[in-house]
């Protein structure tokens, strides 16, 4: 059964830094995408960043690139968010989703398993 388990999460001042980890188990992930996603309140899930586990390919939405940086590490087979030069406009629930595919895809449909979120809030 696959599990994703994120933490990392917490209050900061903005311009600080968080760096969320999505500790992945159940299968081996080499065939899968990895994204992380987040949601503010009264607003829709919106994607954040992607990456392919086998080639180690990102994408990251408009909003936090040059910012965000997505990463992985096989052996802990862990997928990680950096997240530097935070506004309060970040704040959200974050989540960690895999998707069952070696492509890149923001579609929230796209992805099969997720993770139980965890809290950013960024401090003014």
């Known amino acids: 059964q696959v599990q994703l388990v994120e933490s990392g999460g917490g209050l900061v001042q903005a311009g600080g830094s968080l760096r969320l980890s999505c500790a992945a188990s159940?299968?081996?992930?080499?065939?899968?995408?990895m994204g992380w996603f987040r949601q503010a309140p009264g607003k829709e899930r919106d994607f954040v960043a992607a990456l392919i586990w086998s080639g180690g390919n990102t994408y990251y939405a408009d909003s936090v690139k040059g910012r965000f940086t997505i990463f992985r590490d096989n052996a802990k087979n862990t997928v990680y968010l950096q997240m530097n030069r935070l506004k309060p406009e970040d704040t959200a629930v974050y989540y960690c989703a895999a998707a069952y595919r070696a492509a890149v895809t923001i579609g929230i449909a796209d992805y099969d398993y997720w993770g139980q979120g965890t809290q950013v809030t960024v401090s003014s």
């Open positions: 159940g299968r081996t992930f080499s065939s899968y995408t």
